[in-house]
C-alpha cells in the first residue's frame, strides 16, 4: 500500500509507508539531537553571566536572521504565504517558538529543572490526548504503552525526585510549556503541509524572535559578557561562540529537521520520539561540562528508547486518512 502527504504548495510526497516512517524517524532523531546540544552549549554563557531570557533571545533572533537571509538569498519564493496562512504562521512562531522557550525558562526559575524537563516533555501524552479525542482517531495499545515508558524514562533521565518543592505558580508555567509545547506539533503537523518547511520555520522564527525581542533586546546583550571567556569541554571558548553554535545548530537546524519529518509521520508519533532529546542533552553535559551520569539516569535512558521504540514500530502499518485535500500516514 502506498501514501501520499502533503500537496499542494508543497509539492507531493509519495512511497511505501515504511520508508516514509524510517524517514520521518531519521529526521526527528536528527532533530532530537540538535535540540539536545543547546543545553550544554548555553549553560556555560548563563554561568557568565547571561540570563535564560537573554540566550533565548540572541539563539532565536540570530537563527531568524540566519533563516531569512538564505532562503531570501537562494529560495526567495519559499517566502511568499498566502492570507490564509498567516494565522498558521503566527500562532507557530508565537507559541511554537517564542512561548515554549519563555514559559520553560521561566519554570526553571522557580521549580527544579528535572521537574520543568518532565512536564515540557508530557506533550507527547498531550498530542496523543488530542488524536485519540479530538481527531477520533483510535491508536494502537502499543502507542500509549509506548508512550507511558516514554515518560517514565523522562523521569529518571530528569531525576525529578532530586529538590523535588511544589511552587504553583513554577508547575504552571511548566504545564503551561507543554501546552506550547503540544500546540508546536499539531500546528507543525498542519502547515507542514501547506507550505514548504524551509518557509514556515522561517517565518515561524522571525515572529518568534520579534515576540522574545520585545521582552528581552538580543541588541541589549552585554558586550564584555559575550566576548568572556566560558569553560566548554576542559576548553575556554568564547561566550559568543557558544550562542552562535547554539543558533545555527540547536535551533535553526534543529526545528527544520523537526518540521521536516512531520511531512512523513504524524505529531503523536514525532512529539513521542522527540523525547530522546533529554539522553542527548544529559550524554553532551556528561562529555562537555564534566556533569556525571547516575544509574537510574542510564537505566531512564534505556527505558525512554524503548518506549520511543514501540512508538515507532506501532507506526509501521499507518492508516491512511483523508482530511480535505490532504492525505497523510496516521496511526
Known sequence: MTSTAATGSTGSVTGEPN???????????????CFGTSGPLVKPTMDAGLSPQQVASFRIGLAA????????????RLLRVRRSDLPLL??????????????????????????????????????A?????????????????????????????AQVW?????????MLFGVAAALCAAAYFLIGERGVHTLPALGLVTWGMVIGAVAIAVIAPPWG???????????????????WTLLVTCAVVSTAMA???SISAMRYLPANVVSVIAVCEPIVATTL???????????????????????????????????????????????
Request: aromatic fraction near 6%; avoid cysteine.
Open 19 to 33: 520508508t516514509m516512517v524510517t524517514r520521518g524517524t531519521v529526521l526527528i532523531v536528527l532533530a532530537s539531537f
Open 221 to 239: 546583550l552585554p558586550g564584555e559578557i559575550m566576548a568572556s571567556g566560558a569553560e566548554f569541554g576542559g576548553l575556554i571558548v568564547p561566550v
Open 90 to 127: 503566527v500562532g507557530y512562531g508565537l507559541v511554537g517558538v517564542a512561548a515554549v522557550q519563555l514559559l520553560y525558562f521561566a519554570a526553571v526559575s522557580r521549580i527544579p529543572i528535572g521537574v520543568a524537563m518532565l512536564l515540557e516533555f508530557t506533550s507527547p501524552v498531550l498530542v
Open 285 to 331: 553535559a556528561w562529555l562537555a561540562l564534566g556533569q556525571v551520569l547516575t544509574v537510574a539516569q542510564v537505566i531512564g535512558a534505556a527505558v525512554l528508547l524503548a518506549g520511543a521504540t514501540v512508538v515507532q514500530l506501532a507506526s509501521r502499518r499507518p492508516k491512511v486518512v483523508p482530511t480535505g485535500d490532504l492525505v497523510h500516514p496516521q496511526v
Open 65 to 76: 536572521v540566519l533563516l531569512l537571509v538564505f532562503v531570501a538569498a537562494t529560495r526567495p
Open 129 to 157: 490526548l488530542w488524536v485519540r479525542f479530538v481527531r477520533r482517531v483510535v491508536l494502537p495499545a502499543r502507542m500509549w504503552v509506548g508512550t507511558a515508558l516514554a515518560m517514565l524514562g523522562l523521569a529518571m533521565v
Open 255 to 257: 526545528y527544520l529537521l
Open 162 to 170: 532530586q529538590g523535588l518543592r511544589l511552587d504553583a505558580l513554577g
